[in-house]
């Protein structure tokens, strides 16, 4: 039986707060930034992490011996990023629960990150610096009395930590609050993206928060904030929906319509998918489908990406296909047909 995934298990707040991730850069003193590395030294840094991760039952995978399909459904499902799947080389380590994923040989030597559903700050934060407290022992870390962790992007100076929150924000997305909110939290230090990160658009209303400042402030600190700002998000988007669902009619008839589509249809894009099911999460969220467990929507946010569609069947499929792929798994995932 295969073992049950982060995004499969429930957590605080999880009706707005999709997942939180808690990231760590660190590089090593020995060895130049993967931009400047040989595919010797990318080896000898990828056999280092190895051994100081033994016994962390984590899976080695070398980007370079996997399908390019395969490396696209990590980046969906946020255990790496897009320009790591994207470059062919490099490793990760990744947990069988798909909660914690190292790269080697992205921007940093080391990108330390967990995963965990709904918000959890301190628990994603506990995990990551235990991992950091492992790798640490066997491995110099570059490190500047003043400056803190030295990093390959100067913003990432200090503790070299991003802590953020995924939010299902549908409803100021209809309200048209973004922008303001992105103006709001800027002004505190934190910042509003897409689902991807810097430079991605939202998609099915996912956003991104996320701290900015590194150096100056503890870890602890960062978290704490995130944490604060993400709640307030929250009560302000469960406003928003309140406003939205006065009208039960209209409401329930957009809902049920979005659960139609996924439950029946025989072919799906990604491009109509992802709407129908942010229309999906926020009737779960309103009680409309007392059915529907919030997991099961994020499952399906999960498996949708035509990277995930590909890994499962093993090979390329064209357009047609992965329409057909998802259209299907999404049925399945909903209703068991």
Same mark, same amino acid.
């Given at each position: 039986?295969?073992?049950?995934?982060?995004?499969?298990?429930?957590?605080?707040?999880?009706?707005?707060?999709?997942?939180?991730?808690?990231?760590?850069?660190?590089?090593v003193?020995?060895?130049p930034?993967?931009?400047?590395?040989?595919?010797?030294?990318?080896?000898?840094?990828?056999?280092?992490?190895?051994?100081?991760?033994?016994?962390?039952?984590?899976?080695?995978?070398?980007?370079?011996?996997?399908?390019?399909?395969?490396?696209?459904?990590?980046?969906?499902?946020?255990?790496?990023?897009?320009?790591?799947?994207?470059?062919?080389?490099?490793?990760?380590?990744?947990?069988?629960?798909?909660?914690v994923?190292?790269?080697?040989?992205?921007?940093?030597?080391?990108?330390?990150?967990v995963?965990?559903?709904g918000?959890?700050?301190?628990?994603?934060?506990?995990?990551?610096?235990?991992l950091?407290?492992?790798l640490e022992q066997?491995?110099?870390?570059?490190?500047?009395?003043?400056l803190?962790?030295?990093?390959a992007?100067?913003?990432?100076?200090?503790?070299?930590l991003?802590?953020?929150?995924?939010?299902? &924000? $549908?409803g100021? @997305?209809?309200?048209?609050? #973004?922008?303001? /909110?992105?103006g709001?939290? %800027?002004?505190?230090? !934190?910042?509003?993206r897409g689902?991807?990160?810097?430079?991605?658009?939202?998609?099915g209303?996912?956003?991104?928060?996320?701290?900015?400042?590194t150096?100056?402030?503890?870890?602890?600190?960062?978290?704490?904030?995130?944490?604060?700002?993400?709640?307030?998000l929250?009560?302000?988007?469960?406003q928003?929906?309140?406003?939205?669902?006065?009208?039960?009619?209209?409401?329930?008839?957009?809902?049920?319509?979005?659960?139609?589509?996924l439950?029946n249809?025989?072919l &799906? $894009?990604?491009? @109509?998918?992802?709407p129908? #099911?942010?229309? /999906?999460r926020?009737?779960v %969220?309103?009680g409309? !489908?007392?059915?529907?467990?919030v997991?099961?929507v994020?499952?399906?946010m999960?498996?949708?990406g035509?990277?995930?569609?590909?890994?499962?069947?093993?090979?390329?499929l064209?357009?047609?296909?992965r329409?057909?792929?998802?259209?299907?798994?999404?049925?399945?995932?909903?209703t068991?047909?």
């Amino acid at each position: 039986m295969a073992m049950e995934k982060w995004y499969q298990r429930s957590g605080e707040q999880d009706d707005i707060i999709v997942s939180t991730r808690v990231r760590l850069a660190r590089n090593v003193a020995d060895l130049p930034f993967p931009g400047k590395m040989t595919d010797g030294q990318r080896e000898e840094l990828a056999k280092r992490a190895e051994q100081a991760l033994e016994g962390q039952a984590l899976r080695r995978l070398d980007l370079a011996k996997l399908p390019r399909y395969e490396a696209l459904g990590l980046a969906q499902r946020h255990l790496v990023s897009l320009e790591f799947a994207e470059q062919g080389k490099g490793t990760l380590f990744v947990s069988q629960d798909e909660s914690v994923s190292i790269m080697v040989g992205e921007e940093d030597h080391l990108r330390i990150q967990v995963l965990a559903p709904g918000l959890d700050t301190a628990g994603a934060l506990a995990r990551a610096q235990q991992l950091d407290s492992v790798l640490e022992q066997q491995m110099n870390y570059a490190f500047h009395e003043k400056l803190g962790y030295l990093t390959a992007c100067p913003t990432n100076l200090g503790t070299a930590l991003r802590v953020s929150a995924m939010l299902h &924000l $549908s409803g100021l @997305e209809q309200a048209g609050a #973004i922008r303001g /909110l992105i103006g709001s939290v %800027s002004k505190l230090g !934190l910042t509003i993206r897409g689902a991807y990160g810097e430079g991605t658009k939202a998609e099915g209303s996912l956003y991104q928060l996320s701290n900015q400042i590194t150096l100056g402030i503890s870890e602890e600190q960062a978290a704490e904030n995130v944490k604060n700002i993400a709640k307030e998000l929250t009560a302000k988007e469960r406003q928003a929906r309140q406003r939205l669902f006065a009208d039960t009619d209209a409401a329930e008839d957009r809902i049920w319509r979005a659960y139609g589509t996924l439950a029946n249809a025989r072919l &799906l $894009s990604s491009q @109509e998918c992802r709407p129908l #099911i942010s229309a /999906l999460r926020a009737g779960v %969220s309103q009680g409309i !489908l007392p059915g529907v467990k919030v997991s099961t929507v994020n499952e399906m946010m999960m498996n949708e990406g035509s990277g995930a569609l590909m890994t499962a069947h093993k090979r390329e499929l064209n357009a047609r296909e992965r329409d057909r792929e998802r259209a299907r798994v999404m049925r399945t995932l909903l209703t068991g047909n």
